[in-house]
């Protein structure tokens, strides 16, 4: 899990930096594209493209929506942003998936839960730095909306797995995104540039390498053994942030990060305890 968060951190790295020379949905359209030769050619391979096959148009058509918001409002914060700012802000998915599983999923949640939530969402504020004179500023705007997309779009993932393969729902998901993304970055849509094919390319590595080993982590362990180290994305962008474009982190990072990682550590071990069942699914 931990090699797997520093190859996304990674793939995030290579996408800010194409975001400095095309739009958002332009970058979010070639990131897809780069993705799906790694998710088509296994299954061709084993002669599995049956599982691509969708049942739930509709839900797998509202996630290729979702993630079009997701992917466009995260390159949009990787490039107005620090790496490891937007991952502070974007680390608030897990809050609102546990707020959201409310009205979409009926669970409930109890009252220290939602205490716990709004310390997490506290914490963006700090992270936010919103004063009189200076609100929150765009790129935060575009992590914040990523992140909630992210939430409500995970919430639908619990449902398709009712009806649909993890291979559909993955490939339906980027396929749609691409494909949206694409059309929307039409009107504005820049030659790609000769030395940028390589970056291209190495978000499609990163990326594949990164859900190959997300998936045998949960494989080979707990949702609630793994799902902490999610996390360290935080340093990863920090320690990329440093190496590549000499950027330091705020204190308000640190104080605003640690608030929201200690409230997410805290519903883990929580739900682990509480509902042990439910902890130890993927």
Known sequence: MLVAVGAFAAMDALLKLLAGAYSPMQVSALRGAASVPFLVVPLLLTRRLHELKPVNWRLQLLRGVLTVIVMG????AVRELSLADAYGLFLIA????TALAVPILGEHVDRTRWIVIGIGLCGALVMLRPTGTNLVS??????????????????????????????????WAIGLMTLFCGLLALPDWRPIRPG????????GVFGAIAQHLLTEAFRLAPASVIAPFEYTALLWGM???????SVFPSAH????GGIVIASGLYLIWRER????LAAEMP
């Open 73 to 76: 409002g995260f390159v949009y």
């Open 94 to 97: 897990p809050l609102v998936v």
């Open 138 to 171: 765009l790129g935060a705007l575009g992590a914040l909306l990523s992140a909630l997309a992210y939430a409500v779009s995970a919430l639908t993932v619990r449902i398709l797995t009712r009806t649909d393969t993890t291979a559909s729902i993955v490939f």
């Open 196 to 203: 940028d094919w390589l970056p291209i390319a190495g978000i």
């Open 239 to 245: 320690l990329i942030d440093w190496a590549v474009w």
């Open 253 to 256: 990072l640190f104080v605003g």
């Open 273 to 276: 305890n509480v509902n042990p």
